[in-house]
């Protein structure tokens, strides 16, 4: 079981937790929602539950809880910048399907 980080993206999480000044890392999970199912959430990891499990990856720690993981293991996350945008996305082996706009998947 694994969660990892491109470069661009580690970067990105480390810039956001020092302008915070707070936080263990970054937590990832997924929600129902959306036409396809399931839908990520990323948010900053203030503390680590203990139906946690933490990767750490370029320095950067990545906390999910276990339910979430079983959907998302192998996902590889990368920041991308185009343009004005500016988002994280994800490489979930795992996924069998998307919504046309992208923000929902099906295992």
Known sequence: MAISLTESAAQRVLSFLANRGAGVGLR?????????????V?????????????FEDRGVKVVI???????IDGTE???VKQGLNEAFRFR??????????GESFSV
Request: proline content about 2%; hydrophobic content about 35%; glycine content about 10%.
């Open 65 to 71: 809880d276990a339910k979430s993981l079983e959907l």
């Open 42 to 54: 990323i948010n900053y990891a203030d503390e680590v539950d203990n139906d946690d499990v933490v």
């Open 77 to 79: 996350i990368d920041f």
């Open 28 to 40: 990832l999970g997924v929600k129902k929602t959306g036409c396809s199912g399931f839908a990520y």
């Open 92 to 101: 979930n082996p795992n996924v069998k399907g998307e919504c046309g706009c």
